[in-house]
């Protein structure tokens, strides 16, 4: 592929020409080796990803998302309409009300940056994000609460219609219009690439390799006016989880509530209060099925 290719791809996707940046995107997967390609994930695997040095991880990385310089994976966005709502958990000492962990209004949003030392799925050192999931279950297994361990469910819900950027979503190929299968099964490699990496379990100490997720999904993910990320969950297989940037988070988003409890041997949620405003109720057991 020539510069000509390059420069009429740049050109349609500054068009917005939906039927041409798809033309584009299959000509492009088919021009990839799907061998060549698997084995550039494999020596990436293989790599000492936690000691790398930035300059080379970010190699690497384009080493396989990249295909004469275009990045060779489909952009996915995630609609969200006003009104729908996201789930957010943290641990807590007691379920005593008012609770201590709760005293501020910051102490129901993001963590403010001198609390974040380290890399997340999707945050540098010192640099604060929502991370939110879409019912509390994943909320609950993504933050590794324990039975009768005290936790907050925070309930947030959008404004307004939201869009973010979707990172690893199903590929309707038929959609889009792609029909080489060559095409579909090198994006289906590069999709599964993603997946494993944002699926990866981080012990600690290792929190470096979140510099993996945080790197792809910044540079190769974002949005035309998207507000975050969605991406699969670790503990949660079958969901997604939500991470809302925060700029204009407080146009986007609203708290509606927060509920404090534990979490109870049969799998149901103990909530003892339920908080919204200054209304504080008692005694409330929450089914996963009942909705929130």
């Given at each position: 592929m020539d510069d000509?290719?390059?420069?009429?791809?740049?050109?349609?996707?500054?068009?917005?020409d939906i039927a041409l940046i798809n033309r584009f995107s299959e000509l492009l997967l088919s021009d990839i080796d799907p061998i060549e390609l698997v084995e550039k994930?494999?020596?990436?695997?293989?790599?000492?990803?936690?000691?790398?040095?930035?300059?080379k991880l970010k190699h690497e990385i384009e080493n396989i998302l990249v295909h004469n310089n275009i990045c060779s994976i489909?952009?996915?966005?995630?609609?969200?309409?006003?009104?729908t709502?996201?789930?957010?958990?943290?641990?807590?000492?007691?379920?005593?009300?008012p609770n201590e962990k709760l005293k501020n209004i910051s102490d129901f949003w993001n963590p403010p940056?001198?609390?974040?030392?380290?890399?997340?799925?999707?945050?540098?050192?010192?640099?604060?994000?929502?991370?939110?999931?879409?019912?509390?279950?994943?909320?609950?297994?993504?933050?590794?609460?324990?039975?009768n361990n005290p936790f907050v469910i925070f309930v947030y819900e959008t404004k307004r219609d939201v869009k973010v950027a979707w990172i690893g979503s199903p590929t309707n190929y038929r959609h889009h219009n792609i029909t080489n299968l060559k095409a579909i099964y090198v994006h289906e490699i590069l999709k599964n690439f993603l997946i494993s990496e944002f699926t990866r379990e981080v012990p600690q100490g290792q929190e470096q390799l979140y510099r993996i997720t945080e790197y792809i999904a910044k540079e190769y993910f974002v949005a035309p006016e998207g507000v975050?990320?969605?991406?699969?969950?670790?503990?949660?297989?079958?969901?997604?989880?939500?991470?809302?940037?925060?700029?204009?988070?407080n146009r986007n988003l609203n708290l509606v509530g927060a509920i404090i409890g534990a979490l109870c041997e049969d799998g149901t949620f103990g909530l003892e209060?339920?908080?919204?405003?200054?209304?504080?109720?008692k005694g409330i057991i929450y089914k996963d099925k009942d909705g929130l």
């Open positions: 000509r290719f390059f420069n009429q791809y740049i050109e349609a996707l500054k068009n917005g994930i494999k020596k990436f695997q293989s790599l000492d990803l936690v000691s790398l040095e930035d300059s489909m952009n996915s966005y995630s609609l969200f309409r006003s009104g709502r996201f789930y957010r958990v943290r641990l807590l000492e007691n379920q005593t009300i940056v001198e609390y974040i030392n380290k890399y997340g799925r999707l945050n540098k050192p010192h640099e604060s994000l929502l991370y939110t999931a879409f019912n509390p279950r994943t909320a609950i297994y993504e933050t590794h609460v324990s039975v975050g990320w969605r991406y699969p969950s670790i503990k949660d297989k079958s969901a997604d989880n939500i991470c809302f940037s925060l700029n204009n988070l209060y339920v908080i919204k405003g200054s209304e504080v109720g």
